[in-house]
């Protein structure tokens, strides 16, 4: 029988972390797990929705949405994904340098969240946070890269009482290999979200949906999300 371990999971309710708050409840046996959503002045709520609907799926212990609007207004002059911020490029419109740190990358967005997931997670005294870091993401976002898990954790570690340990196991994980785990899973991807624009339907063009699309091929799966178009 597989002994249970107490988790904080960081949930956004797009792909990468349903499918680590699935693997961490059904394969691994992880409970209790409480799960931790941000609002963060992003452009709509659609995947804080999904977020909801994955902890609620998985029997979470506990789900909790933070408000950091705050972060939105501070930020709007400087990330597509924000609230007033500039327009969410589609991915053929991105030059190669801005795929280095693409415009819809929120300054120190990760770092923040996770020290707010470190905190809640030594008051719950428990000593682990996951959160849905995977190597597509890697090429233009530093704060999903292994460098900056191990370095955090450095910081991490130098807590005296609570020492609180990140852990993103699919950190070298293609997002393809994540489609394939959440189809083995159970997972119902028609319940997660991953456009950065929100309509009512995912756009299909913009950074994210490209990628998202390119996993489900690569993967051999169909997307059950309806796009306005495919790029």
Known sequence: MKSKTPAVVLLSGGIDSTVLLHNLVKNLGF??????????????????????????????????????????????????????????????????????????????????????????????????????????????????????????????GLNRDEPIQIHAPFVRMPKSEMVRLGHELGVDFAHTWTCYRGGEKACGECPSCVERLKAFQDAGAEDPLPYQRKA
Request: hydrophobic share 35%.
């Open 31 to 156: 409970g209790p797990v409480h799960t931790l959503s941000f609002q963060y002045g992003q452009r709509h709520g659609r995947e804080l929705e999904c977020a909801e609907w994955q902890a609620k799926a998985v029997k979470a212990s506990s789900h909790k949405v933070i408000e950091l609007d705050f972060l939105g207004d501070l930020l709007k002059g400087h990330s597509a994904l924000v609230s007033g911020g500039k327009k969410v490029p589609a991915f053929s419109e991105l030059s190669e340098e801005d795929k280095a740190q693409p415009p819809t990358y929120v300054p120190n967005r990760n770092m923040i969240l996770l020290s707010l997931a470190a905190a809640c997670a030594e008051g719950l005294r428990i000593p682990d946070v996951y959160y849905g870091a995977q190597a597509t993401d890697s090429y233009g976002y530093w704060d999903c890269t292994p460098a900056f898990l191990e370095r955090l954790n450095h910081v991490f």
